[in-house]
Nanobody, 119 residues
Framework: QVQVVESGGGLVQAGGSLRLSCAAS????????MGWYRQAPGKQRELVAT???????EYGDSVKGRFTISRENAKNTVSLQMNSLKPEDTAVYYC?????????????WGQGTQVTVSS
């Protein structure tokens, strides 16, 4: 069984920083892409950042220059450093991982962690 678990959300003032972490565990053969998505109330889930096994990175336009994604392949973890936070960054942040387990490649999601940025 595979689990993806996020940590590190919370409440911060505008201009502040937060760091999110995500760990995948269980009977994992390999992990391909990992990333972060977010969903604000009344809005669709959107891309924040993704990172491949080889380090290829993509950021959503609204976070470029402020957020940094990183990954430790040996530990099956991915992190998101969020700086210069804005009230519009308020959302539930979800970790996503493409994991090969039991011979099957599947998309796994964490339960989400709330990030709230006050003005």
């Amino acid at each position: 069984q595979v689990q993806v678990v996020e940590s590190g959300g919370g409440l911060v003032q505008a201009g502040g920083s937060l760091r999110l972490s995500c760990a995948a565990s269980g009977s994992i053969f390999a992990i391909k892409g990992m990333g972060w998505y977010r969903q604000a109330p009344g809005k669709q889930r959107e891309l924040v950042a993704t990172i491949t096994t080889g380090g290829g990175i993509e950021y959503g336009d609204s976070v470029k220059g402020r957020f940094t994604i990183s990954r430790e392949n040996a530990k099956n973890t991915v992190s998101l450093q969020m700086n210069s936070l804005k009230p519009e960054d308020t959302a539930v942040y979800y970790c996503n991982a493409d994991i090969i387990a039991a011979g099957v490649l599947r998309d796994y999601w964490g339960q989400g962690t709330q990030v709230t940025v006050s003005s």
